[in-house]
């Protein structure tokens, strides 16, 4: 049998266009254009590709972008200046830093100097610490993307044993205490877990966040679970012609779509989730920063 794919393109649509009608309604009842921020320091190429879609889908959902893109030898006291201007200008509801930044700059000091009200991304020690502790928190983009997949897809996760493989503070972590949040029975697992196999079986939820690809057989796959895979990882696929690539995730999709219940496609799946809920948090900021209504199912 063949699971039922998780059309991450065709919710994420469905999220923009939410975050478009919100954003409507903000301009023409309270005279406010949600703004975000984007900086980006040096030229990393997949980098520029994601500031670039953001800019571009950011201005399509009505919202205002600003752009700052920074040389790489940019000193950590210029960008923190940066930063401080941005907390303080009224027009900028949502302030990200893309990641990675160069190895001479201090990420956790940069990402704790952000406005904790305006971290649309959910990084800021503030905000690890309320949801940690299930406090209103602004909650990290692809995580927040795969609760509200899976959310759809199974409706109440309570109870439900879910296994998350990876502990990074990106997407592992977040995603483990969304889980919890939502009453599942959470496992974290990384790559010094034992008998990870084992772990992987015992899931309802299976999400991989470990950036290897295929790592995760379809054998590992309990049967009927529902199947996250945030893993965007670029293979030779020399059956394409010299030198092509293509993207796979960290599941091995191929097996594993015998065995799941659902499972979400690389690409497809995940990916274009981060983007719509990074403007989703966006029209939460701005909302949370005028004391107005939250958007209806655009928060975790
Ligand atoms: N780089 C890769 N993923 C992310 C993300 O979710 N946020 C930021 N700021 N940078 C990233």
Redesign the pocket.
Known sequence: MSATLIDGKAFAATIRAKVAEHVRHLRDEHGLTPGLAVVLVGEDPA?QV?VRNKGTQTEEAGMASFEHRLPVETAQEELLALIARLNAAPAVHGI?????LPGHIDAAEVLNAIDPAKDV?G?HISNVGLLATGQKAMV???PLGCLMMLRDHLGDLSGLDAVVVGRSN?VGKPMAHLLLRDSATVTIAHSRTRDLAAVCRRADILVAAVGRPQMIPGDWVKPGATVIDVGINRIPAPERGEGKTRLVGDVDFDSAVQVAGAITPVPGGVGPM?IAC?LANTVTACCRAHGLAEPEGLTA
Do not use: G, H, K, N
């Open positions: 980098s994601y990200l830093v893309q990641l990675p991304d990084f990290p983009c692809t990106i981060t990074l």
